[in-house]
């Protein structure tokens, strides 16, 4: 086995997939901890738990994949209190931190910390014990000041924290000898992180941690959902070590998951959001009447407080509540107290309840709206039925024809268990400026010490020399810069400017304590845009976004909490609010909207087309395939049925290696749709580098609508197209080129950079004092991205900017392999627009694309004003 260095640390990552069956008897050799367990589960470990004690208790790095419910967790930690034990048992039981457990969601902690209480505390009861000897703590931004000082003064064994408030210990002088005895690091929900600049964060905290620990702590990563494992197991230990990925199948006479699909429309009737949104409560009603607890998913927070907010009127005021990021932490803790309890008959969740938190009494699931990957769908079903044992159902609700199609599709790849490969994020330069700066607050550093400490993370491997240099001259001041690139407002933020660092012979440290203060206030990767606390009566009720905030009149409702609020006045980053009656508003949450994966997009496409052909053949074939292939009831196959029926009678299904393209007329100018069997974000990249093209054929402004199989350009009246002029503007030819092209010609690239120029501690979410006026940051993308761009247009955080809307936000790489297939063009001219148009592709709202001159448009205007016929 070929050595990394001198502790030898293996250099492969490869993941070896366990072997040999579950073994007759736990490897758990503390006495009270075995008899616990033996009281507790009296059928026995699970094969999750049977195939991992041993390996974890060898101190081996492992990967466990097993399904929802299967106890992982246990898994997990029973090895490391069976150790502990075992140590006390000996009379060597130090004090000291043992173990950092990392969850992505603060929630997901809080419910690790109380179903580890409760065998420490059986233990402790059964010894005979004033005090348990294995101590727990948990460590998150909702931490108090006192607990804090009682973490660093008295480490536990066990800390429970996030990849946050871990990178904030790190920046800390007095953590530095607790991570010493450190020697097991575990991560919860890992394929959740993989993907992520937050994982690529942790990655690199996990390595600091390391580095500081007295040997390499053995890693043990958990997940219910990542296929194929290599790439998991690779991001939790970076190309140096090996990885031992275990497998774990279901426990016996457990069976996969059950997942139904449901339409809220009839055969005969068109989208109608009133009628389906009343069919949807009355669904929720008899849901929440037949079973203990019903876990509803509505992908936003704003459907989400509607949602609660009219079933509280059905089913009672302490029956139902919301769970959202937007939401206070005592009340999300609240809440999870109450459905720990069972004392909830339906809980609604945007996201935030779709990891691990322990819903023991959730029977049911229900998905309103699309999950956008097999994946996140086991993720949400198996919240319910969340214990060793239990059947794990999900229900889901399809408003429109283009949704019950889409949740068609997604329901057997769950059920299969197809779920999508993870990619990691590779080397973000704006979270390397972070991390550099929180090294340097510990004191100073060695910069080919750095670099070779972070390359160990998975992420981070194919950083390069230049980038690492670039970031440190950026953080050093040392790049040229704009005069006058601040925020207008004094004292609210630093010039961008000011040097971070000092560097010299090799070593960097930060200049002042200012900037270690501003690195513990700023630290993490989540974007979210500016929010303001709400107040009712000195309760803090959650957080709504500012922009929405300062447009509130006195006297306007709005819902939080599934309560309707009254607005009284906005108080520098406050509202001040009162219960009310009657109907509220919705508020606004911007966030990236969830486009399917490239896999489900790419068997929504075919399963269009399959539906297609059988229609040819007569109504029975088609409505018998998708009885014994997807499971669906007569009332949804109806309405699939008349979806097909009147898109092949108006225009086509898409077939197979072509593209079909359909010009319909707009008020103002035409519109062409491309429709393609691509997920959202390839078809953004197919759809900007197709913009860019028309952009410098007809040098016009146009307009750009991208959604799932396919977008819509709308282009003036005088830049017609016929039916030759498609295939050149889908040429794989220069296709990254044109794809940059578009991307600098949209508002994407200068809303991106806000939020990289925030990670890299350019510029400051929280700045020291607060903030004086809601949209303080808006300057970053409106001011400052221009002037960065003129001044330093090889800028580390331009880059970075670049490669995020790339590499993350668009499928550049899949859109340019299906334009290399050369797909057959298909032209239709249409009277408006197609059924699968106004199924699928959003019409509403087209991200504008700059490519005419000012020059040119005034030119233009002067030819109206005087050719006398205004067009």
């Not at 507790?40 to 991992?52: D, E, K, N, V, Y």
């Not at 001259?473 to 407002?489: C, K, M, R």
């Not at 070593?507 to 979210?528: E, P, Q």
Request: aromatic share 6%; net charge neutral; proline share 7%.
């Amino acid at each position: 086995m070929p050595r990394d260095d001198a502790s030898g640390r293996p250099r492969s990552a490869r993941a070896n997939p366990a072997t040999g069956g579950v073994g007759a008897a736990p490897a758990i050799r503390s006495a009270p901890v075995r008899a616990w367990f033996a009281r507790a589960f009296p059928g026995g470990p699970t094969p999750a738990q049977a195939l991992a004690w041993p390996a974890i208790d060898s101190g081996e790095n492992v990967l466990l994949v097993s399904p929802t419910g299967t106890g992982k967790t246990l898994a997990a930690f029973l090895a490391l209190i069976d150790q502990l034990y075992r140590e006390h048992e000996s009379g060597g039981l130090a004090p000291g931190l043992r173990c950092v457990y990392v969850s992505p969601l603060r929630s997901l902690g809080y419910d690790i910390e109380r179903n580890l209480l409760e065998p420490l505390e059986a233990i402790r009861h059964e010894l005979g014990l004033a005090t348990s000897p294995v101590t727990i703590g948990v460590r998150t931004g909702d931490t108090s000041g006192h607990f804090r000082r009682k973490l660093r003064e008295n480490p536990p064994h066990l800390l429970i924290t996030t990849p946050e408030s871990l990178s904030l210990l790190l920046s800390q002088k007095t953590w530095g000898r607790i991570w010493r005895p450190v020697g097991h690091l575990i991560v919860d929900e890992v394929h959740a992180l993989v993907p992520s600049k937050r994982g690529a964060d942790l990655a690199v905290s996990l390595e600091r941690l390391a580095a500081q620990a007295e040997r390499d702590p053995g890693r043990v990563g958990l997940s219910a959902t990542c296929k194929p494992p290599g790439p998991v197991a690779r991001f939790l230990v970076g190309p140096t070590r090996e990885c031992r990925v275990i497998e774990a199948p279901r426990p016996d006479g457990k069976a996969g998951p059950v997942i139904e699909v449901e339409s809220l429309l009839e055969p005969d009737e068109g989208p109608h959001r009133g009628l389906t949104y009343r069919r949807l409560l009355r669904r929720l009603r008899e849901e929440a009447a037949g079973n203990r607890t019903t876990v509803v998913f509505a992908n936003t927070r704003a459907f989400t407080e509607r949602i609660t907010h009219d079933l509280k009127g059905d089913l009672g005021e302490d029956a139902v509540a919301a769970h959202h990021s937007a939401l206070d932490a005592d009340r999300r803790r609240a809440v999870e107290a109450a459905l720990k309890a069972g004392e909830l008959r339906a809980v609604v969740t945007s996201t935030s309840l779709e990891l691990g938190v322990d819903i023991g009494t959730a029977d049911l699931a229900v998905l309103v709206g699309l999950p956008g990957s097999a994946s996140r769908c086991l993720q949400r079903v198996g919240r319910a039925g969340h214990r060793v044992g239990a059947r794990t159902r999900g229900l889901m609700l399809a408003a429109t024809a283009a949704e019950l199609a889409g949740a068609a599709v997604t329901a057997k790849a769950a059920r299969e268990g197809r779920v999508e490969p993870l990619r990691m994020t590779s080397a973000p330069l704006d979270v390397l400026c972070q991390q550099l700066i929180g090294m340097a607050c510990v004191g100073e550093c060695s910069g080919d010490e750095a670099i070779d400490l972070v390359r160990k993370a998975g992420p981070m491997e194919h950083l390069t020399r230049p980038d690492f240099d670039a970031c440190l001259n950026f953080l050093a001041g040392e790049l040229p810069s704009p005069p006058g690139a601040w925020e207008p407002e004094p004292g609210a933020t630093p010039q961008w400017t000011s040097p971070r660092f000092w560097k010299k012979g090799g070593l960097f440290g930060v200049k002042n304590t200012r900037i270690i203060r501003w690195f513990r206030s700023n630290v993490g990767t989540i974007t979210s845009e500016e929010s303001v606390r709400v107040l009712v009566e000195d309760e803090s009720i959650g957080t709504l976004e500012g922009n929405y905030a300062e447009r509130l009149q006195r006297g306007d409702r709005f819902v939080l909490d599934g309560r309707a609020l009254e607005f009284d006045r906005l108080d520098n980053l406050v509202v001040h609010a009162r219960f009310s009656g009657g109907e509220p508003d919705l508020p606004r949450w911007t966030s990236d909207r969830q486009g399917l994966s490239s896999e489900l997009a790419s068997d929504l496409a075919a399963f269009r087309y399959r539906a297609a052909t059988l229609l040819d053949e007569g109504p029975s074939a088609l409505r018998a395939w998708l009885v014994d292939e997807y499971g669906l009831e007569p009332q949804a196959i109806g309405v699939l049925e008349a979806l097909f029926s009147a898109q092949e009678r108006l225009s086509e299904v898409p077939r197979p290696g072509s593209v079909l393209v359909e010009e319909s007329p707009l008020e103002d100018g035409l519109s062409y749709t491309f429709h393609a069997p691509l997920g959202r974000s390839a078809c953004e990249a197919a759809g900007r580098a197709v913009s860019a093209r028309l952009g410098r054929r007809f040098g016009r402004d146009l307009g750009l609508v991208v959604a799932d199989l396919g977008w819509q350009i709308r282009l003036p009246i005088e830049a017609q197209l016929d039916a030759e002029d498609i295939p050149p503007l889908l040429s794989p030819d220069g296709f990254e080129e044109d794809v940059l092209a578009g991307v600098d010609r949209g508002n994407l690239p200068a809303r991106r950079f806000r939020h990289v120029a925030a990670t890299a501690l350019m510029v400051l979410r929280r700045p020291e004092g607060g903030r004086t006026r809601v949209g303080g940051l808006l300057w970053v993308s409106r001011r400052l991205y221009p002037l960065v761009k003129a001044a330093c247009p090889g800028h580390p955080l331009l880059k970075e900017t670049r490669r995020e809307v790339l590499d993350d936000l668009l499928d550049a790489p899949k859109a340019l392999e299906w334009l290399r297939s050369r797909p057959v063009v298909r032209f239709r001219v249409l009277d408006g627009p197609s059924p699968f148009t106004a199924a699928w592709i959003d019409a509403a709202g087209p991200e504008p694309m700059r490519f005419e001159s000012p020059e040119e448009a005034l030119r233009r205007f002067h030819e109206r004003l005087f050719s006398g016929d205004g067009t």
